[in-house]
């Protein structure tokens, strides 16, 4: 056979998209694939009634950064290639995606467990005959989105449950694919009746895995004062690290409304101590940052005198964390403004969970403009790695590189020394008209508390309405 090279459906496609050679060994044409970006494999043409553009749909549904109506064309596209059930194509599609890439697991599981009712419940045996294939060793995705959906398929944790306690090691991938359950249509129940299985498994006293695993199920049972009591206990000092950040996280998901008022500040407390015990250069580690936001956000819902207590307690841990993340779809960041000390220490945590990547600029105060407008003039840069829009100007004084989707970047650095009203901006193209906010640098974060103050817009001109 001659070699195939994929033809161009539309002249605008045809300046971008890339050539792939088909007819090759399948682990070349893999290689071929993996080189391209989300935004050149899009491009890339396909027929849905031809096996050899198969890998092509594969890696739209497995890859990260695609956009949903891609995967969605992959699934219906595999499905008939195949002549297959949409659940085995996703489960298949399950035990391909890298399990740290958790944007892509959680997506195409939900593209599992949001079928309707009736054909989970038709595909019920696919999911039996998935645990019985899997190995928690191997396929450890396969397993929990299969035990999720054999939960959704019964509307009840209960057989499910059994089947894993019948073997080694899956209950761990039963507790950590009940977050899948999210997207199930009886999800919501079924998640809640797992809270007392669950409790009833903690209280036996399980092994270090089983037991961070069951925590971090937790938060997604009933959230609620119970659980989030629950959680908060495990939260101690002498606590081994995996088992409470895994309650950190499971806390984290409960919300701010069913928290019981009495068990914040003790809290708050315990997540200082731990911190506290913490060698200072692992503070700055994804668990440290959490714990420290996490308390930040509890003491924040602390009466006054505590709230300041709590919050000097945290400073004095040296380190102040930012978390921001992009909302989806929106071009905007969920943080508007920050407040940080002059000269000491900053974490910015950045999360995009948005199919488009994002990047992230701090700036001198009052130079919005010309970094937006400059940075998004600038080439898109050969070098994945390469810090993407950021324009060579003095007034930049810190940058990320773009994040894509799902990941999370860390800018760790010394707030300037001179206070002032300093920005921060996504310069991917079209983004830095919405994608802006304002880093207030204070001379003492103490003498704000008592007198706050809200910095100004930097395109309205007017003081910002939220945080
Ligand atoms: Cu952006």
């Given at each position: 056979?001659?070699?195939?090279?994929?033809?161009?459906?539309?002249?605008?496609?045809?300046?971008?998209?890339?050539?792939?050679?088909?007819?090759?060994?399948?682990?070349?044409?893999?290689?071929?694939?993996?080189?391209?970006?989300?935004?050149?494999?899009?491009?890339?043409?396909?027929?849905?009634?031809?096996?050899?553009?198969?890998?092509?749909?594969?890696?739209?549904?497995?890859?990260?950064?695609?956009?949903?109506?891609?995967?969605?064309?992959?699934?219906?596209?595999?499905?008939?290639?195949?002549?297959?059930?949409?659940?085995?194509?996703?489960?298949?599609?399950?035990?391909?995606?890298?399990?740290?890439?958790?944007?892509?697991?959680?997506?195409?599981?939900?593209?599992?467990?949001?079928?309707?009712?009736?054909?989970?419940?038709?595909?019920?045996?696919?999911?039996?005959?998935?645990?019985?294939?899997?190995?928690?060793?191997?396929?450890?995705?396969?397993?929990?989105?299969?035990?999720?959906?054999?939960?959704?398929?019964?509307?009840?944790?209960?057989?499910?449950?059994?089947?894993?306690?019948?073997?080694?090691?899956?209950?761990?991938?039963?507790?950590?694919?009940?977050?899948?359950?999210?997207?199930?249509?009886?999800?919501?129940?079924?998640?809640?009746?797992?809270?007392?299985?669950?409790?009833?498994?903690?209280?036996?006293?399980?092994?270090?895995?089983?037991?961070?695993?069951?925590?971090?199920?937790?938060?997604?049972?009933?959230?609620?004062?119970?659980?989030?009591?629950?959680?908060?206990?495990?939260?101690?000092?002498?606590?081994?690290?995996?088992?409470?950040?895994?309650?950190?996280?499971?806390?984290?998901?409960?919300?701010?409304?069913?928290?019981?008022?009495?068990?914040?500040?003790?809290?708050?407390?315990?997540?200082?101590?731990a911190v506290a015990a913490m060698p200072a250069d692992r503070r700055t580690e994804p668990a440290g940052l959490d714990a420290i936001q996490f308390g930040e956000k509890l003491a924040a819902k602390l009466p006054d005198e505590p709230r300041r207590a709590v919050r000097r307690d945290l400073r004095a841990l040296g380190v102040r964390v930012i978390k921001i993340q992009t909302i989806p779809e929106k071009l905007t960041f969920d943080v508007k403004w920050f407040v940080v000390e002059a000269g000491k220490?900053?974490?910015?945590?950045?999360?995009?969970?948005?199919?488009?990547?994002?990047?992230?600029?701090?700036?001198?105060?009052?130079?919005?403009?010309?970094?937006?407008?400059?940075?998004?003039?600038?080439?898109?840069?050969?070098?994945?790695?390469?810090?993407?829009?950021?324009?060579?100007?003095?007034?930049?004084?810190?940058?990320?590189?773009?994040?894509?989707?799902?990941?999370?970047?860390?800018?760790?650095?010394?707030?300037?020394?001179?206070?002032?009203?300093?920005?921060?901006?996504?310069?991917?193209?079209?983004?830095?008209?919405?994608?802006?906010?304002?880093?207030?640098?204070?001379?003492?974060?103490?003498?704000?508390?008592?007198?706050?103050?809200?910095?100004?817009?930097?395109?309205?001109?007017?003081?910002?309405?939220?945080?």
């Amino acid at each position: 056979m001659a070699a195939a090279v994929f033809s161009l459906a539309t002249a605008r496609a045809e300046a971008q998209a890339p050539r792939i050679l088909l007819d090759q060994p399948p682990r070349a044409v893999e290689y071929q694939l993996n080189r391209l970006t989300p935004e050149e494999l899009v491009l890339v043409e396909r027929k849905d009634d031809d096996v050899r553009y198969r890998p092509v749909y594969v890696a739209l549904l497995t890859r990260k950064g695609i956009p949903p109506q891609f995967r969605d064309e992959a699934v219906a596209a595999l499905t008939r290639m195949d002549k297959s059930s949409r659940s085995l194509v996703l489960l298949e599609a399950l035990g391909r995606v890298p399990i740290e890439d958790l944007a892509t697991t959680e997506k195409v599981a939900a593209l599992l467990l949001g079928q309707p009712a009736d054909a989970l419940r038709t595909d019920r045996e696919t999911f039996l005959k998935a645990i019985d294939d899997a190995s928690a060793s191997s396929k450890p995705l396969v397993l929990r989105a299969a035990y999720a959906a054999l939960m959704a398929a019964d509307g009840k944790p209960d057989d499910a449950w059994k089947l894993a306690v019948a073997h080694p090691s899956h209950l761990t991938e039963l507790l950590l694919g009940i977050k899948f359950l999210q997207a199930a249509p009886s999800g919501s129940d079924v998640r809640s009746q797992l809270f007392t299985p669950i409790s009833a498994l903690l209280s036996t006293g399980p092994d270090v895995p089983t037991r961070a695993a069951a925590l971090e199920a937790l938060g997604w049972t009933r959230q609620d004062a119970a659980t989030f009591e629950l959680l908060a206990r495990e939260v101690k000092p002498d606590a081994d690290e995996a088992t409470r950040n895994a309650a950190v996280a499971s806390l984290e998901r409960i919300p701010e409304t069913a928290w019981p008022a009495a068990a914040l500040e003790p809290l708050a407390r315990a997540l200082v101590s731990a911190v506290a015990a913490m060698p200072a250069d692992r503070r700055t580690e994804p668990a440290g940052l959490d714990a420290i936001q996490f308390g930040e956000k509890l003491a924040a819902k602390l009466p006054d005198e505590p709230r300041r207590a709590v919050r000097r307690d945290l400073r004095a841990l040296g380190v102040r964390v930012i978390k921001i993340q992009t909302i989806p779809e929106k071009l905007t960041f969920d943080v508007k403004w920050f407040v940080v000390e002059a000269g000491k220490p900053v974490q910015i945590v950045l999360f995009n969970p948005d199919a488009m990547p994002h990047n992230l600029i701090v700036g001198t105060p009052g130079s919005l403009e010309a970094i937006g407008t400059n940075g998004s003039g600038l080439p898109m840069p050969t070098d994945p790695d390469a810090k993407a829009f950021v324009p060579d100007l003095p007034a930049v004084l810190q940058a990320t590189k773009l994040v894509r989707e799902g990941e999370t970047e860390r800018l760790g650095f010394t707030a300037p020394s001179a206070p002032g009203e300093y920005i921060f901006v996504c310069t991917f193209p079209g983004h830095w008209v919405r994608m802006y906010g304002v880093m207030l640098v204070v001379e003492s974060l103490d003498a704000f508390e008592v007198k706050p103050m809200v910095p100004t817009d930097p395109i309205t001109k007017q003081p910002f309405t939220s945080k």
